[in-house]
């Protein structure tokens, strides 16, 4: 059974700062993986997909890499605002459009 | 290319009662899937719809079913609610069995009392 652990479960910066964000995950059979932003009470929104057979993304100031034998994702944030205060989320793929995500981790940027 | 909607937005049921929960999903996505996320946890994957026929369930007991329309539309039924039901419901859309980014709703927020 797939397992994903996002750790810390929070995290303070302040404003300028990068952002490092850690995923795990227990089964390495993945098609791909996910990370997504929450804001308070919303949906999520996808930030990026990285696909098995890929390294790494990157999308503006976002970019994820992809360790499918140790079980690692990294997200990384260049050059915090206080905009990027949100949860983020990762999650896997294992075939059929169906996820498992991690716990997430709450992030606060100080002004 | 309108998104993926939810309805309604939020919810107050008592135990015992049976709710229905509504989601569009986005323009050309036939694959529909429900996942719950009780507060402060990561969404749970309930079950998939593709083509208006069950595409796998995860660990949620019958009283959760659910129906995908021919327009591609999904509702989502719990009968029998417990207090461990209250969670924001998400639904997400995918255009179809490939491993391409899932589009999710703004969620429907459950409470019940």
């Known amino acids: 059974k797939q397992e994903v652990t996002q750790i810390p479960a929070a995290l303070s910066v302040p404003e300028g700062e990068n952002l490092v964000l850690n995923c795990s995950f227990t089964d390495s059979a993945i098609y791909n993986l996910q990370w997504f932003r929450q804001d308070p009470g919303k949906g999520l929104t ?4 990285i696909q098995s ?4 993304q990157t999308s503006g100031r976002l970019n994820a890499s992809l360790d499918k034998s140790s079980g690692r994702s990294t997200l990384y944030i260049a050059a ?31 002004p | ?60 007991p019958p009283r959760f079913s659910g129906l995908q329309f021919p327009n591609y ?24 069995r490939s491993t391409d980014t899932q589009y999710f709703g703004p969620g429907t927020r459950l409470t019940v009392l």
Not at chain 2, 9 to 16: D, E, M, P, V
Not at chain 2, 23 to 48: E, R
Not at chain 2, 76 to 95: F, G, K, M, Q, R
């Open chain 1, 53 to 56: 057979s890929q390294r790494e």
């Open chain 1, 80 to 110: 915090s605002q206080p905009g990027d205060s949100a949860t983020y989320l990762c999650a896997v793929e294992g075939g059929g459009n169906k996820l498992t995500f991690g716990g997430g981790t709450r992030v606060l940027v100080k």
């Open chain 2, 73 to 96: 539309s999904s509702e989502l039924n719990v009968n029998a609610l417990e207090l461990d039901d209250s969670a924001l419901y998400l639904c997400a859309s995918t255009p179809g």
């Open chain 2, 1 to 60: 290319e309108t998104g993926v909607t939810q309805s309604p937005t939020h919810l107050i049921k008592t135990r015992g009662q049976q709710v229905t929960l509504r989601c569009s999903s986005q323009s050309g996505h036939n694959t529909v899937s429900w996942y719950q996320q009780a507060l402060g946890q990561g969404p749970q994957f309930i079950f998939q719809y593709y083509r208006e026929e069950e595409n796998g369930r995860g660990n949620f």
């Open chain 1, 46 to 49: 996808s930030l990026l997909l």
